[in-house]
């Protein structure tokens, strides 16, 4: 089993940046890809970036290409999610999430993964 807790998030001014972490325990990160997610008031949890395994490559929803970097720390079992310049419509739920490897695809799909965190609430003020 792996427990995924995130933090970091608040509220922030559009323009502004956050840091969200996602800190893992009883198991070692290191053999899963890692993603984020969000969930919108009323709308469905969406995929927002993912990290494969080995670390070098990610992939972005096209809305945060450019100003999301998610990045990984598998020494402390932590994955970070840097959001600059922040927009009104960032504003959702963020979502932690760890799945085993499925070949040479990034796991973009809810159900690709296997373990998911509580949540960190992110708002941003227009």
């Known amino acids: 089993q792996v427990q995924l807790v995130e933090s970091g998030g608040g509220l922030v001014q559009a323009g502004g940046s956050l840091r969200l972490s996602c800190a893992a325990s009883?198991?070692?990160?290191?053999?899963?890809?890692m993603g984020w997610f969000r969930q919108a008031p009323g709308k469905e949890r969406e995929f927002v970036a993912t990290?494969?395994?080995?670390?070098?490559?990610?992939y972005y929803t096209d809305s945060v290409k450019g100003r999301f970097t998610i990045s990984r720390e598998n020494a402390k079992n932590t994955v970070y999610l840097q959001m600059n310049s922040l927009k009104f419509e960032d504003t959702a739920v963020y979502f932690c999430?760890?799945?085993?490897?499925?070949?040479?695809?990034?796991?973009?799909?809810?159900?690709?993964?296997?373990?998911w965190g509580q949540g960190t609430q992110v708002t941003v003020s227009s």
């Open positions: 999430a760890a799945g085993r490897p499925r070949g040479n695809w990034y796991l973009t799909r809810n159900y690709e993964y296997d373990y």
């Open positions: 990290i494969r395994w080995s670390g070098g490559t990610t």
């Open positions: 009883g198991r070692t990160i290191s053999s899963y890809d």
